[in-house]
């Protein structure tokens, strides 16, 4: 199911700007009011498509309230701004993972990793996606899994 996307409005006469939109959807996640934040930040969206500084936040608000097909989407459209992002492959791997998508959580997981070697959440991270999966076929039968 594809998320809907942002509802059209007409954002020319928005009384606030794309800047005090983002402002005020940061103030709103810094209160954990995670679904206000997403309406706010989508109206940011709009006045500024494809903007990262916007979309990563707006992400995070969808994916902390639950809204984790939306998040999805939204970390994809981020990586496509900079397919270097290690943070945007790792939470589009969350957001994967939380819709039941595990191997394709796995491989931006991976991503992450491979961009970011040193971070410890991303293998914490890897950790308990590979818990999950079943062992790749790419394993010799009774290999040892990391953590099992």
Do not use: N
Not at 12 to 17: G, K, V
Not at 20 to 40: N, P, S, Y
């Amino acid at each position: 199911m594809e998320p809907r996307p942002i509802p059209p409005d007409d954002s020319e006469h928005d009384p606030e700007s794309a800047y005090e939109l983002l402002q005020r959807g940061h103030a709103l996640v810094k209160r954990r009011h995670h679904a206000q934040a997403a309406i706010v930040l989508e109206r940011a969206a709009r006045l500024e498509p494809g903007k990262g500084s916007i979309l990563e936040p707006l992400g995070r608000a969808y994916h902390h309230s639950g809204q984790f097909e939306r998040a999805r989407a939204t970390f994809e459209a981020l990586i496509e701004i900079d397919p270097s992002g290690h943070w945007a492959h790792f939470a589009l791997s969350e957001s994967l993972r939380q819709l039941g998508r595990l191997a394709e959580a796995r491989t931006h997981l991976k991503l992450a990793i491979a961009l970011s070697p040193r971070s410890e959440l991303y293998e914490r991270a890897m950790a308990r996606i590979e818990q999950l999966l079943p062992p790749t076929t790419d394993e010799p039968p009774g290999a040892e899994r990391p953590g099992g």
